[in-house]
């Protein structure tokens, strides 16, 4: 499993955009948006858990980067109270993994956070099955 320092990081994809939370209510959807005015809600507090995996915490609103229930894919990514782990996994860039759910299916059925098939502005995270290609990836700017 690939490692990273914990502290606050920008989490994104290849082009700048950003995993951003606007809303602290539970269940509120991750967006992919380019960077804002208000940068704090576009931080994300990266910590180890005790076995291996990582949370990722909102500096804006305190919430988790989750989802509700179980994971199956086209689940929305969403704010939750409740500290969800995940794995990262190493993709071809430094600093640049797949966040993987934890403890599922491994190959062709395991899930990770990807942009959403709905076609909305502004874009919605969600769970999609695992692909090869460094679309998926996501890229860890450390703000320290």
Same mark, same amino acid.
């Given at each position: ?26 269940g509120?959807?991750?967006?992919? &948006?380019?960077? /804002?005015?208000? #940068? ?5 507090? %990266?910590?180890?858990?005790?076995? =291996?995996?990582?949370?990722?915490k909102?500096?804006?609103?305190g919430?988790y ?11 929305l990514?969403?704010?939750?109270d ?5 794995? &990262?996994?190493? /993709?071809?860039g #430094? ?5 993987? %759910?934890?403890?599922?299916?491994? =190959? ?8 959403s098939d709905?076609l ?22 450390? &703000?320290?």
């Amino acid at each position: 499993m690939s490692q990273i320092p914990p502290g606050p990081y920008h989490i994104q994809k290849h082009g700048g955009q950003l995993i951003t939370f606007t809303d602290a209510e539970n269940g509120a959807p991750a967006l992919l &948006l380019p960077p /804002s005015g208000n #940068p704090k809600d576009q931080e994300w507090q %990266v910590q180890r858990a005790s076995d =291996g995996g990582y949370t990722f915490k909102n500096t804006q609103t305190g919430k988790y980067l989750g989802f509700e229930g179980p994971p199956e894919v086209n689940k929305l990514i969403v704010t939750t109270d409740e500290p969800k782990e995940w794995e &990262l996994r190493q /993709s071809n860039g #430094p600093f640049t993994f797949f966040l993987v %759910v934890p403890g599922g299916p491994v =190959g062709p059925g395991e899930l990770i956070i990807d942009l959403s098939d709905l076609l909305i502005f502004p874009p919605r995270l969600a769970l999609r099955p695992v692909q090869s290609s460094n679309s998926a990836a996501w890229q860890f700017q450390s &703000l320290h």
